[in-house]
Nanobody, 123 residues
Framework: QVQVVESGGGLVQAGGSLRLSCTAS????????MGWFRQAPGKEREAVSC????????YTADSVKGRFTISRNNPQNTVYLQMNSLKPEDTAMYYC????????????????WGKGTLVNISS
């Protein structure tokens, strides 16, 4: 079964940290760049951070640079997003997906999305 499952969201105070995890089926994950996206109420989905297969190329949105770090464990088909110094404006549903990635850009690729994990940051 081809699927994407995100976890690790929750309610934390501003300044706190969360670590999101995403496990994807091998056809989605294997050999592909993967990325994290978020969508806040009333806003469009945006790319947060992406990483290629070997970890040598990454993309990070300006709004989270210096605070969020993406990583991946290829043998476990898992990608992570470490989020530190969280702000109320980080509140959103977070998703992961296979991506296309280049210098300074990252876009979703393919048709598979998980249900997401909700991150809620209180002030």
């Amino acid at each position: 079964q081809v699927q994407v499952v995100e976890s690790g969201g929750g309610l934390v105070q501003a300044g706190g940290s969360l670590r999101l995890s995403c496990t994807a089926s091998r056809p989605i994950f294997n050999g592909n760049p993967m990325g994290w996206f978020r969508q806040a109420p009333g806003k469009e989905r945006e790319a947060v951070s992406c990483m290629n297969w070997n970890g040598r190329m990454t993309y990070t949105a300006d709004s989270v640079k210096g605070r969020f770090t993406i990583s991946r464990n290829n043998p476990q088909n898992t990608v992570y997003l470490q989020m530190n110094s969280l702000k109320p404006e980080d509140t959103a549903m977070y998703y992961c997906a296979a991506v296309a990635l280049g210098s300074g850009w990252c876009v979703a690729a393919g048709d598979y999305w998980g249900k997401g994990t909700l991150v809620n940051i209180s002030s």
